[in-house]
């Protein structure tokens, strides 16, 4: 059985009527004779033979019947210009047709249907394209059927007359056809049957056996209409236009009066009209076609036999030319009476040439069902480049193959440009046609084929109607493969390309689909825990974000212009959930969107300008009364789980994380001394406004208008109405957010009663246009207390804002006296004072100040004084040695305080870090010993200058008094202010320091330094030093094992004090501010190296002193500015230390420990692990110091001999507790760079020293320099060899703990100068 073709490649026949026919018809209330014969189209049952006279069965055999005066007619119309009218016409045509079609389709229930009444139009009107080619032959006719009827006066000089006419046809149209006389008998023709018949022979006997006669009774009055199939739309003519010569409308001889797709024949004409078509079919086209495939395939098959080279090897030795055979317009067929051959007349001068005769031989052989053979040849044309590629795929079997002649059939009409012609998408268009109407579905959708692909690349970038349906086809046969996000992209593609053209009802049905398929979840089984992993529901989804913008703002617009303007708000408004949709691909496609391709920033300005200007009208139309009750806003400004209830007594300023720190550090102090509660939130009172602080966020990349902004409260005291009479609640009139803009607004309630209140939501006019309420609902905490809650996601019922309102009871309420501007130094120690009141009506009895972790505060008792002391008292301290954590302060209180009694109290704050912060000072208070806490909020803001630059300088002394030296510089970086320095003190547990020289007297002026010097010396006993070292690692080995840290103190320690003073005076809280300094100081660097390591067990794990630290402090005054101060710097570690940690290290390392699954676990262990190996308490240095005596100058007379100079060398041990072994070795080819130009030092004798030093030993040994010459002898040539050993080993041996290696530096410039005494 042959495969059923498309009705564009079936046989084209052509009819000329006589003008007796056509009166004949016209008076029977019959159509055209073409109209009349397309109606027995097709042909069931007609059977072909191949070339091997195989038997072909054709199920259906269709044929195409046209005018021939309006194929001539149509010819000679420019291809483009008809093109253009073509696509014009579809789209006119779907354009008056498919709001009916979406109204009807939309009504079925399954809208996914192989076929859509605009898609069989589409095909109806592409397939009705019947005027000849220049490029394929399909449309050229194949026969031309000459029509009289016995009514004329001469019937047989009609026939003559049809037979001697020229063909109108350019030379371009194909005239090998074959020409067939029929002859119309009607009942009352003037002939009887018998003359007819006669008529008939004579015919036959001159223009060949391809003649019938066809008796009909063509009753009067017609008989009534018949049903017959619908005829294909064809393109009407063009219309004449004014001046025009080459247009010429062909006359309209059929113009009907009857319905359409009837026909008013008899039964019995019918059935001889049927009887004519097959026989003119089977007995004489389809013999013909058959006779010539065999003679053009012989042809064919005989060029194909030949080689090329035989060729060309004939045109080089005889010299002929090649020539190209052409298509003869004659074809070497018997008689007139089989084929055409007349003259052709040519519309153009340059003459075309019609298809090649292979061309028409594959078409034939396509038509007759020989599909072997035309197959070849289509093969053939195509390897020529002359198509075949479009026919292809409809003959051979699916395969990837097809694919490719697809694209090249379409490539090769219109390759990538920016503009596709008329002509070209008409092509593409038929092209698509063929290929959808041929191709069964299965194959069509199969992946191997992809055919909904074809569709897409035969549109190309067109935006012409048929383009778009093209489209919209695919989407459509995506959806059948359940690619519903590709069809959604295409459907919207087709709806954006419709729009342009003005079809709004199949441009908002096609974006309707695209929106339907968008929110369509993809059928895909995910897993439940990422729904618990996204804090997520299954029910969640909202559609494929990416695209939904590009849909829904042109489908907004478009039921805007409709008059939907309701509809039109709920578009514009949901398009906001997509905020800064603009990256959607497909929203900078939409023709609407122009301004948001070159602003993607811009797309929710647009979006909001759009629901504006909507919302606007239907309030306009339908007044204040308009349905928007169910339009809800798809975004949230209000953000719930930042909005919280300020009371009056709490501070506006500082972060909510500083004030939770507090409160965690009184609930750490107060745990141990009672069980009261601190009751954070508080209270309102009656008649005392607090505010709701409403955190707003816009998500939108414009700003918008939050309208009549307040809070909506319920109350358990009473309803709405007691709510009115009772609760005042502050509007807000206008809120305007910026792009992306937070901010926090404030709504102020005052109550006038007591009452339970919940503030439940927020509502405001959005952009004064629409009532919203969001809810200030926060979810409760998930449940998981029985095997079900943990199974399925439960959470506990959803938190809001709760808050009493009572009677005011107990209040406290703090301010500071002096609430100015405030700029203190560096260090400066600042009285200020603060009035404490009760607000309340209950006495208050205990009040309590919790400062910040890191503020300086010192609380001044009541009976102390203005006293001064002096310095001496400053010998030594006894420190506990504890990282003790910041704690609260209690107020003196001479006597409760009573309502409205109030007191004052002077406080001391000592100025940190530069910078701007904040004084946060968080007051506890309570009425008696048993009652509850309270706390207030006050908050100060203060800026911290630096006053002087301070740096120091630490190394191994050379004088055998004292062990180092150290330099401390001083810079005054105050502008015009002078600094005195009153005092600078050292502390240190090890180290005893003293002034090198007396304190500079005069006061450091701007931009002004000093240096004052120290010498330190050890106290010789190690013990706190080994005390501390086995504290610490004892601790660090809990630490790196995680074990549970012990709650122990470190070691306490004593610290020695030395002074360099003027007139030094002592306030009683500089011990205070000096520890709590060091506190800090220590907390911060063990904050920022041990950032695993909970600051809670700071105190428990490391010491606050470092016994070889030493610590100093500078006392200042500004007398200009009546400021005085201090400052702590911690910065020095003298003495050897020896990796005290080492061990403890190495055994973590080297123990089989378990590894953790989470590389992030591990991480962390190694950084902890780096951080202590890093710290201060594992430092090692070598505790070995060379010195050498160096800058003498020797007189000698070399006359006498060379010179014999003793050389000295100190080594020191500079450790505290271990001893070291050393090895020294004079080389003179080893000396510094610095001493290039000396001469090297030839030492003699002994150039080896070896001995062994004690913790805190010095010795010396002495070298010989034999001094052949006077010069500058270098002594830099020496490099020392150390072992450190293990103190107080068992047995007294000797073991190694370090091995150090030294030389001189290279800027060593130590010599000795030699002069000759007999040159002087």
């Not at 309208?707 to 007691?722: F, L, M, Q, R, Y």
């Not at 803001?941 to 008094?961: F, G, N, R, W």
């Not at 001893?1219 to 150039?1247: E, I, M, N």
Request: glycine letters at 4%; charged letters at 20%.
């Amino acid at each position: 059985m042959a495969r059923v073709l498309p009705s564009s490649l079936t046989p084209h026949i052509c009819i000329l009527p006589s003008q007796d026919l056509e009166e004949l018809l016209k008076s029977s209330a019959l159509p055209s004779l073409h109209h009349i014969l397309q109606s027995f189209s097709p042909l069931p049952q007609v059977t072909t033979r191949t070339t091997a006279l195989t038997t072909v069965p054709h199920a259906s055999f269709a044929l195409r019947f046209s005018d021939l005066t309006e194929i001539e007619a149509a010819c000679r119309e420019d291809e483009e210009q008809r093109a253009t009218r073509t696509i014009d016409w579809i789209g006119d045509r779907i354009g008056k047709r498919c709001a009916k079609w979406v109204d009807d389709f939309e009504k079925m229930n399954d809208q996914d249907v192989a076929r859509t009444p605009w898609w069989d139009e589409l095909r109806r009107c592409a397939e009705g394209d019947h005027i000849p080619a220049r490029d394929e032959g399909w449309n050229h006719p194949i026969s031309i059927i000459l029509a009289v009827s016995t009514t004329a006066p001469n019937p047989l000089q009609a026939i003559t007359a049809l037979h001697s006419r020229t063909l109108d046809f350019p030379s371009w149209v194909d005239v090998t056809h074959l020409i067939y006389t029929l002859i119309i008998h009607p009942k009352n023709s003037p002939l009887s049957d018998e003359e007819a018949g006669a008529l008939f022979n004579a015919v036959r006997k001159q223009y060949g056996l391809h003649t019938y006669l066809l008796s009909l009774e063509l009753p009067s009055p017609p008989p009534p209409p018949v049903s017959i199939p619908a005829l294909v739309p064809r393109l009407p003519p063009p219309t004449i236009s004014n001046g025009s010569a080459d247009i010429v409308r062909p006359d309209l001889k059929t113009t009907q009066t009857v319905p359409l797709n009837t026909l008013r024949m008899s039964e019995q004409d019918i059935q001889q009209t049927a009887r004519f078509t097959r026989e003119f079919v089977t007995m004489n086209l389809v013999p013909w076609m058959e006779k010539c495939v065999i003679e053009w395939n012989e042809a064919y098959s005989s060029s194909r036999r030949l080689p090329s080279r035989l060729f060309s090897s004939t045109r080089r030795l005889f010299g002929t030319s090649s020539t190209t055979p052409m298509h003869a317009s004659t074809p070497s067929l018997p008689g007139r009476s089989s084929t055409y051959a007349a003259p052709q007349s040519s519309v153009s001068g340059s003459t075309i040439p019609p298809p090649s005769q292979q061309r028409r031989l594959a078409e034939f052989a396509t038509i007759l069902g020989d599909f072997k053979l035309a197959v070849a040849v289509w093969e053939s044309l195509r390897k020529e480049g002359k198509g075949g590629s479009d026919i292809l795929p409809l003959l051979i079997a699916p395969s990837p193959a097809v694919q490719l002649h697809v694209s090249h059939a379409l490539t090769t009409i219109h390759p990538q440009s920016a503009e596709l012609h008329s002509h070209v998408q008409l092509r593409a268009l038929l092209y698509a046609v063929r290929w959808e109407s041929t191709l069964t579905i299965g194959d069509f959708l199969s992946d191997t084929l992809e055919g909904e692909r074809w569709l897409v690349w035969a549109a190309g970038n067109a935006e012409e109607p048929p383009a778009a349906l093209l489209l919209a086809h695919a989407a459509l046969l995506s959806v059948r493969k359940n690619a519903r996000r590709r069809a959604a992209l295409w459907y919207f593609f087709a709806a954006n390309r419709l729009e342009k053209c003005g079809i709004k009802p199949l441009t908002m049905y096609f974006l309707r689909r695209a929106h339907e398929l968008s929110i369509s979840r993809p059928d895909k089984l995910l897993s439940p825990s990422f729904w618990m992993s996204e804090n997520k529901q299954p029910s969640d989804f909202e559609g494929f974000d990416a695209v939904m913008s590009g849909i829904e703002h042109p489908l907004g617009r478009l039921l805007y212009t409709t008059g939907d303007v309701s509809g039109a708000v709920r578009h514009f408004l949901g398009l906001l959930r997509w905020s800064s949709a603009s990256s959607s691909p497909l929203a900078q496609l939409s023709s609407h969107t122009v301004d948001i391709t070159k602003d993607p920033g811009n797309s929710d300005k647009v979006f909001l300008e759009d629901f504006q200007v909507a919302i606007s009208h239907l309030k306009s139309v339908s007044g204040e009364q308009a349905r928007l009750a169910d339009v809800k806003l798809p975004l949230r400004f209000v953000v719930p789980s930042q909005t919280c209830v300020r009371l009056a007594r709490d501070s506006v300023e500082g972060e909510q994380s500083e004030w939770e720190t507090r409160e965690q550090i009184w609930s750490s102090f107060w745990k141990h001394r009672g069980k009261e509660k601190l009751e954070r939130s508080g209270n309102a009172a009656v008649e005392e406004a607090f505010w709701v602080d409403i955190a707003l966020h816009n998500p939108l990349e414009t700003e918008v208008t939050l309208a009549n902004a307040t809070v909506i409260v319920e109350s358990s005291s009473g309803d709405a109405a007691w709510i009115r009479d009772n609760i005042t609640i502050e509007t807000n009139k206008d809120t305007i957010l910026y792009a992306k803009e937070s901010r926090t607004i404030s709504i102020a309630i005052k109550a006038s009663k007591p009452a339970s209140l919940v503030i439940t939501g927020v509502a405001y006019d959005f952009l004064g246009l629409l009532p919203t309420v969001e809810s200030l609902a926060r979810r409760g905490r998930r449940l998981q207390d029985t095997p079900q809650q943990r199974q399925t996601i439960t959470y506990a019922p959803d938190e809001f804002l709760k808050l009493n309102v009572e009677e005011a009871s107990q209040e406290l309420a703090v301010a500071f006296v002096d609430d100015g501007p405030l700029v203190l130094a560096e260090g400066e120690c600042k009285r200020m004072k603060l009035w404490i009141s009760n607000a309340g009506s209950r006495d208050i009895g205990e009040v309590w100040v919790v400062p910040g972790p890191e503020d300086q505060v010192w609380i001044q008792p009541l009976d102390s004084g203005e006293g001064l002391a002096t310095g001496t008292a400053w010998k030594t301290w006894q420190s506990d040695n504890k990282v003790v954590p910041p704690r609260p302060y209690s107020i003196p209180l001479v006597e409760k305080l009573v309502a409205a009694g109030s007191t004052e109290v002077t406080i001391v704050l000592h100025a940190g870090r530069k910078q701007k912060q904040n004084l946060s000072f968080l007051f506890i208070y309570r009425e008696a010993e048993g009652s509850p806490f309270h706390c207030t909020r006050v908050t100060r803001s203060y800026e911290v200058v630096q006053c002087l630059q301070i740096s120091t300088a630490s190394h191994p002394s050379h004088s055998p008094d004292h062990s180092f030296s150290l330099s401390l510089d001083l810079t005054n970086i105050l502008s015009s202010s002078n600094v005195e320095i009153n005092q600078v003190t050292t502390i240190s547990a090890n180290w005893s320091c003293s002034s090198l020289l007396e304190l500079w007297a005069e006061p450091l002026r701007p931009s002004q330094s000093t240096r004052i010097l120290f010498s330190a010396t050890s106290t010789g006993d190690c013990t706190s030093v080994n005390a501390v070292s086995a504290f610490v690692s004892r601790k660090m080995t809990s630490v790196l094992h995680g074990q549970v840290i012990m709650p122990d103190d470190p070691p306490p320690l004593e610290l020695l004090c030395g002074h360099v003073s003027q007139t030094f005076v002592y306030e009683p809280f500089v011990t205070h501010f000096i520890m709590d300094a060091r506190r800090i100081a220590v907390s911060r660097t063990l904050a920022q190296s041990h950032p695993r390591i909970p600051t809670s067990s700071y105190s428990s794990i490391f010491p606050l002193y470092n016994p070889l630290s030493v610590d100093f402090v500078i006392f200042w005054k500004i007398p200009s500015e009546q400021r005085f101060g201090h400052i702590l710097v911690s910065e020095i570690a003298l003495g050897a230390s020896h990796a005290v940690l080492r061990e403890v290290l190495e055994g973590v390392e080297s123990a089989q420990v378990k590894r953790s699954m989470y590389a992030e676990t591990q991480r962390e262990k190694i950084e902890m692990l780096q951080a202590i190996r890093d710290s201060e308490w594992n430092a090692e240095m070598n505790p070995i110091v060379v010195i050498v005596k160096d800058g003498l100058v020797i007189e000698h007379d070399f006359s006498q001999g060379v010179c014999m100079v003793p050389v000295e060398f100190t080594i020191r041990n500079h450790s505290l507790s271990h001893p070291s072994r050393f090895v020294l070795r004079l080389d003179h080819r080893q000396q510094s760079s610095a001493c290039r130009h000396h001469f090297p030092a030839p030492y003699c004798g002994r150039t080896t020293f070896r001995g062994l030093l004690a913790p805190l030993q010095t010795t010396s040994v002495l070298a010989q320099l034999c001094a052949t010459q006077p010069g500058t002898y270098a002594l830099s040539g020496w490099r020392l060899e150390t072992e450190v050993g293990e103190p107080d080993t068992e047995g007294g041996l000797w073991q190694v703990r370090h091995h150090y290696e030294q030389r001189a530096v290279t800027d060593d410039s130590s010599s000795i100068v030699v002069s000759d005494r007999s040159r002087s």
